[in-house]
């Protein structure tokens, strides 16, 4: 976002080394792959630069922007071989894997999705704004062809470039075999810029003047009733999603809190996690001295690891730097990760209505011999849920067909009778 709004604001003159700069240090510290945002951007300037003839000056900011993003480079390589014991160039290692790794390696291997996943994903998260972004480059053509004589070219490939990362970074995403919701991260200032883009353009077809023109045949407190119902509905729907998703799903970070009770939280004690081990949130929600361990479930990956504690004879922080024993980049399992469940004190499972058992997921919930309910939470059965009650928050209300209605079921946190 930083880099995006440097190239953008050409007040003072154009602010290029800053826009490298900061797009650099997106990719140095954070993902390698959002650099390709600033692709339109330098596309631009190199168009300007043959235009302008100022080539010498372009090539400056340039040489300006990459030294800066060095530097954070040569920082982060710094720290990095100071916690790894070796050198390490982590963007490298994250391209690397990702596109070079070869075959039974690289991102496929953890699953995945059809070409219209990110369609549909953000559909779901951004509603009318997904399609008032992507609607962007039509509606900017379609206003060229209308306002020819009033907008320069110079306007137009500005607006152009504006507009081109979201659907570049769009399409890159979706030729991609493996995908996740978090890989349009980058991409979400764009998408709210193309947005804007589209609605400041809608408006200005509604809110024209021109006598000559369809919209000034109708009175202005309709077309302003319109829009103003438009906006609701539009922020209506991102409120109904964002709390439809936080009561469907927040009970993994409601459960933790009570092994903060008297007499709960020992070091000798663990959690243990079957089938529900990627709910899990991170070892920061136990209490000191308590570790996280994975029973066996269905799920035949690999499992996280663990960082090597040791004090005496591996220097300084040697967590960072020791392999986890069994780990591999190959998703292949490593029996080594697995804990006997014998020995769990606390364990977390769920029970859903629209759920089977299994051997190796038994619904330990019932085995109320062994394990009493130490708290427990109300998690959205998707399985028994309707479409429209998956997509959006549907209130409990009697009058609403049961149909409609969500349907829960419960995650709990259990405690070993035996130590009760």
């Known amino acids: 976002m930083l880099g995006m709004s440097a190239f953008m604001d050409w007040s003072g003159g154009p602010r290029t080394a800053q826009g490298i700069m900061w797009f650099g240090i997106g990719g140095i510290v954070g993902w390698p792959f959002a650099t390709a945002l600033i692709m339109p951007f330098i596309v631009e300037e190199l168009v300007l630069a043959s235009l302008s003839r100022e080539g010498i000056e372009v090539f400056r900011r340039f040489l300006d922007g990459t030294v800066r993003s060095l530097l954070v480079l040569a ?4 720290i990095d071989t100071f916690f790894y014991h070796k050198v390490v160039l982590i963007p490298w290692r ?6 070079f790794a070869g075959s039974g390696r690289g991102p ?3 699953g995945t999705e059809p070409w219209d996943f990110y369609i549909r994903n953000l559909l779901l998260n951004f509603n009318i704004w997904f399609l008032l972004a992507v609607a962007a480059a039509p509606l900017l053509a379609l206003q060229r062809l209308l306002q020819a004589p009033t907008r320069t070219k110079a306007t137009l490939l500005r607006s152009t470039v504006f507009i ?4 570049m970074w769009l399409t890159i995403f979706s030729a991609q075999a493996h995908k996740e919701e978090r890989f349009m991260y980058p991409a979400y200032p764009f998408l709210a810029l193309n947005a804007a883009i589209a609605l400041h353009i809608i408006l200005s077809f509604v809110g024209s003047s021109d006598p000559q023109g369809l919209m000034s045949k109708i009175p202005a407190k309709i077309r302003l009733a319109f829009v103003s119902a438009f906006v609701i509905l539009a922020i209506d729907a991102g409120v109904l999603r964002t709390i439809g998703v936080v009561s469907a799903y927040r009970a993994p970070l409601q459960l933790y809190g009570a092994l903060r009770q008297s007499g709960m939280a020992k070091p000798d004690r663990t959690v243990c996690m079957g089938k529900e081990w990627y709910r899990f949130p991170s070892s920061y929600h136990l209490p000191n001295g308590m570790r996280a361990k994975f029973v066996k479930s269905a799920f035949d990956g690999l499992l996280p690891g663990e960082f090597n504690e040791a004090q005496i004879g591996f220097g300084f922080f040697s967590g960072t730097w020791l392999i986890p024993p069994g780990m591999n980049d190959q998703n292949i399992a490593d029996p080594g990760k697995y804990f006997d469940i014998d020995h769990c004190m606390f364990l977390v499972d769920s029970s859903f209505p629209g759920s089977r ?10 085995d109320t011999k062994t394990w009493e309910a130490l708290r427990c939470s109300s998690f959205l059965d998707t399985s028994q849920t309707s479409v429209f009650g998956r997509i959006l928050w549907v209130p409990d209300w009697d009058f609403i067909p049961q149909r409609f209605r969500r ?10 009778r035996s130590m009760a």
């Not at 994250?94 to 596109?99: A, E, K, L, P, R």
């Open 75 to 78: 920082l982060q390589v710094a």
């Open 94 to 99: 994250i391209v690397s894997y990702n596109i």
């Open 108 to 110: 496929n291997i953890f």
């Open 164 to 167: 081109f990362p979201f659907y």
């Open 357 to 366: 058992t299994s051997p190796l997921e038994p619904p330990y919930m019932l």
């Open 407 to 416: 349907q829960w079921g419960r995650l709990c946190l259990l405690r070993r």
